[in-house]
């Protein structure tokens, strides 16, 4: 780890963070004031998409410096999107793993990750005396 690969990783993920914020802003507002699923579901395919594009690149023998694919992959598209290094994670190994392990790495994602989010809204919630909404 380098301070170079951190440097690259940080201004591709801001890079990332105001593109998502751009996109959430053409769409228009939703809860707490933010874009509604529809600019995470076009962040998050258009972001998965441009993920397969590299990861199919770089399979191909696409010379890409480390600095560059961190900018890139981790920094740019990880902030853009919710879902592209999930669907990098999900892909690359699919072929290896077969499509048991791969259907259950996607389903325990989904249900661990949202069983996550509720439990600690509710606990929350309770801690500050509110009911989750």
């Known amino acids: 780890m380098s301070l170079s690969m951190f ?5 591709g993920g801001a890079i990332g963070a105001m593109a998502r914020y751009g996109v959430a802003q053409l769409v228009g507002p939703g809860i707490f004031g933010l874009a509604g699923p529809m600019a995470t579901l076009s962040v998050n395919v258009a972001g998965s998409a441009l993920m397969g594009g590299l990861a199919a690149a770089l399979a191909a023998g696409i010379a890409l410096p480390e600095a560059w694919r961190g900018f890139v992959a981790v920094g740019f598209l990880g902030a853009l999107t919710t879902f592209s290094s999930f669907a990098l994670d999900t892909g690359q190994p699919a072929a290896r793993q077969g499509a048991v392990m791969t259907a259950l790495y996607i389903g325990l994602s989904v249900m661990l990750s949202l069983a996550a989010f509720f ?4 606990l929350v919630g309770a801690l500050l ?5």
Do not use: D, L, M, N
């Open 7 to 11: 440097a690259a990783v940080g201004a």
């Open 129 to 133: 005396g509110r009911v989750a909404p």
């Open 119 to 122: 439990a600690v809204q509710a």
